[in-house]
């Protein structure tokens, strides 16, 4: 055959196959570039609707949750319990498979699961986490780590440093060494390694609202001992969630590959353990801040999709009486632990349609992973 000829037939196979590899969207550009995923630990409907209440327009206030244009409902219990807790959901959420209560990126025969946000990482996005609680509590450490049980702390802080986060903020400095009145680092602390790696790392919050943030940083802030304070009790020192995240995204949103942060409003679960109601409401409002923020983010950087759900719900907080005016509210709390109750999930940004309708919150990660061009997820680690 002429040569061509031969190269001109070459060149139309070429185009065939290109033909059928972009209209079979093998190639397409996946529609999200970055995530921003909130969860209320312990945050059901009622708490949502506390909180509300507590604004001077009653029940006709209207949270920035309550603008967002898709919801649905998870299904949320454990492998082995119909009432999760944290550490089970947050698997769920993290890697796609349900498991039993206490372990954290592990299905119940101890094998280990990816998680979406580690597969992210792989892929070059930045990723983030940020938590009221200590950073390595269920709902965080679930993202980075697999074991078989959420108490061994020590452990757990390791495993999260060796993932590698670029951001992480939140509680627990005592796990990683260091000393609760000097805020240095003791010896042999677990800190020292980070430096090592090339973090920054802050201990209060004037340290981190006045760092100056730069492409390439990692960070880490620890900014007490243990879980932080609730939002109505705050000391100086602590960041607000508000602040963590404002911090988070802007040293994120630093990478053109795109990023996953994961924010938990984590004390919402700790208001409803003690039916504290007023520290509740507190914890939500600034919980509801936080997705304000990512809402914002979201309008301007239109690749990005934000999810905000919770793991369960705590204390069976029930509404019972009271004026729309918000005014002589009275309620109930049937419980001191978590419920089996389903919990709400709402979506903003491309494929949020996804997350509407009545959904197991292993579909949650899966469908974000699907947006974000990942697979194969779910997938077992070798
Ligand atoms: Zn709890």
Redesign the pocket.
């Known amino acids: 055959m002429h040569t061509k000829y031969r190269s001109f037939l070459g060149n139309c196979a070429l185009v065939l196959v290109l033909v059928f590899i972009v209209s079979s969207g093998v190639w397409a550009e996946a529609p999200v570039k970055n995530v921003i995923l909130l969860i209320g ?2 945050m059901g409907i009622n708490q949502i609707t506390a909180a509300r209440l507590s604004l001077a327009e009653g029940a006709y206030a209207v949270l920035n949750l309550d603008t967002m244009p898709y919801t649905g409902f998870s299904i949320n219990f454990a492998a082995n319990n119909l009432v999760t ?2 550490a089970a959901a947050a698997t769920a959420l993290a890697t796609g498979f349900r498991t039993d209560t206490g372990r954290l990126g592990t299905l119940p025969d101890g094998t280990a699961a990816e998680s979406i946000m580690l597969k992210a990482k792989e892929r070059g996005l930045s990723i983030g986490l940020v938590a009221t609680v200590k950073v390595t509590d269920a709902t965080p450490a679930a993202f980075l780590v697999n074991a078989d049980h959420r108490a061994f702390e020590r452990d757990i802080a390791a495993a999260i440093l060796e993932a590698g986060p670029d951001v992480l903020l939140g509680g627990g400095a005592d796990a990683f060494g260091i000393n609760p009145f000097t805020k240095k680092p003791k010896s042999n602390a677990l800190i020292l390694k980070a430096l090592e790696q090339g973090y920054t790392f802050v201990a209060d919050r004037d340290g981190l609202l006045e760092l100056d943030i730069t492409p390439e940083m990692k960070l880490i802030g620890l900014f007490i001992g243990g879980d932080l304070s609730f939002e109505l009790t705050r000391l100086p020192t602590e960041p607000s969630l508000l602040e963590m995240t404002g911090r988070a995204l802007e040293l994120v949103s630093q990478n053109p590959q795109g990023f996953f942060l994961l924010v938990e409003g984590s004390r919402i ?2 208001a ?2 003690t039916n504290s109601l007023k520290e509740l409401v507190g914890e939500v409002l600034m919980f509801d801040q936080v997705v304000g923020l990512a809402l914002d983010f979201a309008r301007e950087n239109p690749d990005t999709l934000v999810v905000v759900t919770a ?2 719900e ?1 204390g069976g907080l029930t509404i019972t009486g009271g004026d729309p005016a918000g005014e002589n509210v009275t309620y109930a709390w049937t419980s001191t ?2 419920t089996g109750s389903m919990v709400p999930i709402y979506a903003f940004g491309p494929g949020a349609e996804r997350f509407s309708g009545t959904l197991q919150i292993t579909d949650i990660p899966v469908r974000i992973a699907e947006l974000m061009g990942i697979s194969p997820f779910p997938a077992l680690r070798e």
Do not use: Q
């Open positions: 630990d312990g807790d944290s679960d700790r409803g353990h793991d369960h705590t632990a978590h």
